[in-house]
Nanobody, 121 residues
Framework: QVQLVESGGGLVQPGGSLRLSCVGS????????MGWYRQAPGKQRELVAK???????DYAGSVKGRFAISRDNAKNTVDLQMNSLMPEDTAVYYC???????????????WGQGTQVTVSS
């Protein structure tokens, strides 16, 4: 079984910064993809950023140049550095992982419990 535990959310003023962290646990898996999604009230969950184990990244257009994703493959962690935050970044942020069973060769998707990010003066 895989678990994802997020930390680092909170309240920040516009223009401020926050860093989200996610730690994944679970044996017997490869972790080809990890990332972050967010969901604002009344809106669908959307991709923020994702990163493959090989280092390829993909960002939502609204966060390019402001957010940076990084990961430690050895520790199954993924971080999201968020700079120049705007009120429209307010949402619950979810850690995401696509893992691949080393023995059954089946792919699974997992989500963290979510962490609230509020950007307000």
């Amino acid at each position: 079984q895989v678990q994802l535990v997020e930390s680092g959310g909170g309240l920040v003023q516009p223009g401020g910064s926050l860093r989200l962290s996610c730690v994944g646990s679970g044996s017997g898996f490869n972790w080809p993809l990890m990332g972050w999604y967010r969901q604002a009230p009344g809106k669908q969950r959307e991709l923020v950023a994702k990163m493959t184990s090989g280092g390829s990244t993909d960002y939502a257009g609204s966060v390019k140049g402001r957010f940076a994703i990084s990961r430690d493959n050895a520790k199954n962690t993924v971080d999201l550095q968020m700079n120049s935050l705007m009120p429209e970044d307010t949402a619950v942020y979810y850690c995401y992982a696509n893992v691949y069973g080393r023995y059954n060769h089946i792919s699974y998707n997992y989500w963290g419990q979510g962490t609230q990010v509020t950007v307000s003066s």
